[in-house]
């Protein structure tokens, strides 16, 4: 029922309007904002301003009380009624911090909401109803009127066709929107569709209270990224850069236009023994426009079917187009124990950390969720991903873990054929340790098409066609992982390494001097823009590079990095690069007393000091170890005068690079 507006015309005195309190009404202002209590909606100065769910309800219960203390147990009672589940102080608390940050709001010298310590909250500013957006029902009378049935007729018949008048005038001008407004109202005029090709999870909230939680939020942040990174017509942005935001109150739009995406989901995650709450927001990034929103409560076995029918709620809301192929993956989920599925998520935590000591917590995490539940496909493979990059980085040589790794890969590959990260464990034991490059295509392809917007797949597959000289579709695959991961480091540096394999040195230094003020501390950006210059000769340029990737490494002492370098620098000045080579070539034999160190690496320096056998016998000590690095030497320019050697081309030849 609309809201009446009650005008009592007095033939002396004064016009006294009244609001007929028997409605509620639509539009509120106070200060500069409005809030349309129907719509859901709070604007400023017209502009709509981000405020949803349960802070818009609290602000809307302090409107419509506006002076009046509204106790934190009627919040309680009117947001969660009868819900034990959910800690409400909490929640309380996090509203209202948001509807003050929407507001600009300072708690400590308030303009708009004022905290009752213990009690609850007050709204202090003057509250004024708005002009309604529906023709108001107007009763106008006098006493000397209700005597006169033939005046009183007279005056109401003017009145309204003064206001018939009036809004007509603003219907034609369109005043405040007026038209458009009407318009809509009765279905006459649509909003444009949005488009929605690109989207970012942002890191759910933790509302456990509990710091130890933080990984359970982040892994449903990532399991929603890789179901939604299922459709194949969508752009997801990958977890490594959308956590850059965990903890940020940067406004939507900026990460929105950081992202280059076009909308945003956001929620919160809450667990209570073995159950599981989660609320989702999807917003339009641009506008800041919320678009839908939905909470869900399960039992945490069930936490995999959950997170399909997120991701399928997302789909359907955006209208984006989802293939049958597709539904049916987002649909092949299965319970999960709950203590499988929290130490898979534990172990990924772990693996994303990208340290030795990570891989090797990650691999503990995943063996006890598989002594649990020995068919659980994501603990296979998460295992696969550790043992496997703990050869990558250089850790642990390669023979010692990577046919673990492979095992593993194709036991998830097994049990789930769906699951793109599994497929990718396996082309990577293809490629670095079998050498079986037709295997290692067909797995990369498969996991692509799983998962389309796996940046991790992308940028290992581009690292494959390089290393089959395929270049430009190398330097393609990688632009592809940098547009969905754009702020990882490995990936935001692999389209620069691209470039090197292509000899295409000062592309691969304008891209490393792109990305460094983004990770202005990432030793490897250093490694890669000095083997730039290298490849070109300049050396000076070089070596000031390599000095500052390794006071970057964190290996040992400051002290000691300073020395080293200072060393290396001395034993240029001395000896030119031969000289610098030569005073390396004995630091990395130091290393080797107390750490692993790769035989490629030797393989490399004895080369540019054009040690021919010594840097043949070091490769072929590298492919007895299966050494990872050996995979590039068809394209290291550092083996140039060895390629006419026949010892070389027996080496590629027993490596299976095609001719």
Not at 327 to 341: D, F, G, I, K, T
Not at 540 to 555: D, P
Not at 625 to 651: C, N
Request: aromatic share 10%; with cysteine; hydrophobic share 40%.
């Amino acid at each position: 029922m609309g809201t009446h507006v009650v005008i009592l015309l007095r033939s002396t005195g004064e016009e006294t309007p009244m609001i007929d309190t028997h409605a509620r009404p639509r539009l509120l202002r106070f200060s500069v904002f409005e809030v349309d209590l129907r719509t859901g909606e709070l604007r400023k100065q017209g502009l709509k301003v981000k405020l949803h769910g349960q802070p818009f309800q609290v602000l809307a219960m302090l409107l419509e009380r506006p002076g009046e203390l509204v106790t934190r147990e009627e919040i309680r009672a009117k947001l969660w009624p009868g819900d034990t589940f959910i800690d409400f102080e909490h929640s309380v608390n996090s509203s209202i911090k948001r509807l003050r940050e929407a507001l600009g709001d300072d708690p400590a010298t308030p303009r708009f909401i004022e905290t009752l310590p213990r009690h609850g909250y007050r709204f202090i500013a003057p509250v004024e109803v708005g002009a309604m957006q529906e023709l108001p029902l107007l009763t106008i009378g006098t006493k000397a009127m209700q005597e006169s049935p033939l005046r009183r007729h007279w005056v109401v018949a003017v009145a309204g066709g003064l206001v018939v008048a009036v809004v007509a005038v603003l219907f034609a001008l369109n005043v405040a929107g007026l038209r458009v407004r009407v318009l809509r109202a009765v279905g006459a005029v649509r909003e444009p569709p949005l488009e929605i090709q690109s989207i970012a999870v942002l890191p759910f909230d933790n509302l456990s209270h509990d710091p130890d939680q933080e990984y359970f939020a982040d892994g449903m942040t990532e399991e929603l990224i890789t179901n939604l990174g299922k459709i194949s017509a969508l752009r997801v942005i990958s977890r490594t850069s959308v956590m850059q935001y965990k903890g940020t109150r940067k406004p939507l739009p900026q990460i929105g236009r950081e992202l280059k995406v076009d909308a945003i989901v956001e929620g919160t995650v809450q667990r209570s023994g073995n159950r599981m709450r989660i609320t989702a927001n999807l917003l339009h990034a641009p506008t800041d426009r919320h678009l839908w929103a939905e909470s869900y409560e399960r039992d945490q076995r069930d936490v995999l079917t959950l997170q399909g029918e997120v991701a399928r709620a997302i789909a359907r809301e955006i209208q984006i187009k989802v293939t049958p192929q597709e539904q049916a993956r987002l649909a092949s989920a299965h319970p999960v124990n709950p203590e499988a599925y929290r130490l898979c998520l534990l172990g990924r935590f772990q693996w994303n950390k990208r340290t030795e000591e990570g891989f090797k917590s990650a691999i503990d995490y995943f063996q006890r969720a598989l002594e649990i539940d020995p068919g659980y496909a994501p603990a296979y493979a998460g295992f696969a991903d550790s043992v496997i990059l703990l050869s990558d980085w250089g850790y642990i040589p390669a023979r010692e873990v990577v046919p673990r790794g492979k095992a593993a890969a194709l036991k998830a590959v097994e049990i789930d054929p769906l699951l793109a990260e599994a497929h990718t464990s396996l082309a990577l034991a293809y490629y670095e340790y079998d050498w079986d490059w037709a295997a290692c295509a067909k797995e990369f392809l498969r996991a692509i098409e799983l998962n389309p917007n796996y940046a991790t797949a992308r940028q290992w597959y581009g690292e494959y066609l390089a290393r089959m000289r395929r270049f430009n579709e190398a330097i393609a695959e990688n632009e592809k992982a940098q547009e969905l991961d754009p702020f990882s480091p490995q990936i935001g540096l692999s389209v620069a390494l691209r470039f090197i394999d292509a000899r295409r040195y000062d592309e691969a230094i304008s891209q490393v001097q792109m990305a460094l003020p983004l990770f202005p501390d990432y030793p490897i950006a250093y490694w890669y823009l000095g083997s730039a210059y290298e490849a070109k000769g300049s050396y000076e340029k070089a070596i000031a590079a390599w000095e500052e990737a390794r006071l970057l490494t964190g290996a040992g002492p400051v002290t000691a990095r300073l020395q080293a370098a200072a060393a290396l620098k001395q034993a240029y000045a001395k000896g030119g690069i031969r000289g610098y080579y030569l005073r390396a070539l004995e630091g990395l034999k130091e290393d080797a007393k107390s750490r692993y160190v790769r035989s490629y690496e030797f393989a490399q320096y004895y080369a540019r000091l054009g040690e021919r056998i010594q840097a043949m016998a070091w490769l072929e000590r590298a492919y007895q170890e299966r050494d990872f690095p050996l995979t590039s030497i068809q394209i290291d320019p550092v083996f140039d005068a060895l390629r006419s050697d026949p010892r070389f081309q027996d080496l590629l030849h027993r490596m299976n690079f095609p001719p």
